[in-house]
Structure formats: structure tokens, C-alpha cells
């Protein structure tokens, strides 16, 4: 989520300083893409993992909080993201529901507005981020977006068979952009 976070300040924002550039690595820009494709019954183990760190999350804002957030028994069962989403999200933060969250939260509303160098890396066999049809035309339209997308990585999991600092390619070229998009030396 961090990166759709980022390129939907990135495309709020436009040409803003202190912004100056943007990488985002296998960001769920379509929400709501995303939450359905978590569900498919090869993905549903991800699904579960993510689940029950939200669930221990919300848990320990009940007890922190116990005024403003209503106990896991008064909210009922949450079996996947979207229930998650749908049960919790939208009601604390005011959101009609699931996919008006999806909606009012993807960055694939604004990334269009893009106003500032950012580089995207996506694989095509990513497990659960998925990209509609429109998103995709508008990253490839957009001329500030460098928008990569890998045959292989799945979800982050950019190795390179290189030693060293290349190991991990999705960190160096990200860093390297961001290095030459700032100006920094060595961001070639």
C-alpha cells in the first residue's frame, strides 16, 4: 500500500516541492483489482497473512482506543480483504463502503497528474497486483512515469543472479533513479 500511497501524493500534489521524484515498486494502484485478485484461491494464503496482521492491528487500536472502535465481535466475522475493507475501513473513515474506499483511496485516479520523474516496476506475474486496461494506458501516456514492467519478479521479488549491491535489482533501480532524478552523483 505504501506505494500506491505515494503516487496518489505524487499525482494529488502534481509539481510541488519538496516533492521532487517518486519510485513506487509493485504498488496496488487499483484497489479494488487488487483486494479481488487476493481472493483467487491461489492467492488466498497471502490473503489470510494479510488478514491477520490487519485483524491484530485493529485489535490493539480496540485496546487502545476502546471509545472509537467497536470490539471484532460487534464488527462479525472478516474473512477476506474486501470484508476487511467493507466492515472496517469504510465505517471508521467514512466511506459508503469497500469500493467506494477502493475508489476515493487508488492512485489510479490521479496518476495521470503525475507532474514529477517516477519510475514504476511491475512484474507481469505478480500474485495479486493486478492493473486494469485504463491504469495502464495512463502510466504508459503519462511522459514523467518510467513504468517498467518485468516478465518475472512476482510481488518484490526482484533477485539478480549478480553479487552484490545488484542482488537486489528493484532496490538498486530504484535508487538509482531516484539518485539520477535529484541530480545525486552515480545516479546513472
Known sequence: MGGNLVLKLAGEWGYRPPLVAVAAVCPAIDLAAGADALHEPLNRGYEWRFLRGLMARYARKVEIF????????????????????????????????????YSHAASAQVVDRIAVPTLILCAQDDPFIRLTPVTRAKLRANRHIEFVETRHGGHCAYLSRDRGDEIHWAEAAAIRFLMSATGQPNGS
Do not use: L, M, N, T
Open 66 to 101: 476502546p471509545s472509537i472502535f467497536a470490539p471484532p465481535r460487534q464488527i462479525g466475522p472478516v474473512r477476506f480483504i474486501r470484508e476487511f475493507d467493507g466492515k472496517i475501513v469504510a465505517r471508521y473513515w467514512h466511506f459508503r463502503d469497500a469500493d467506494d474506499y
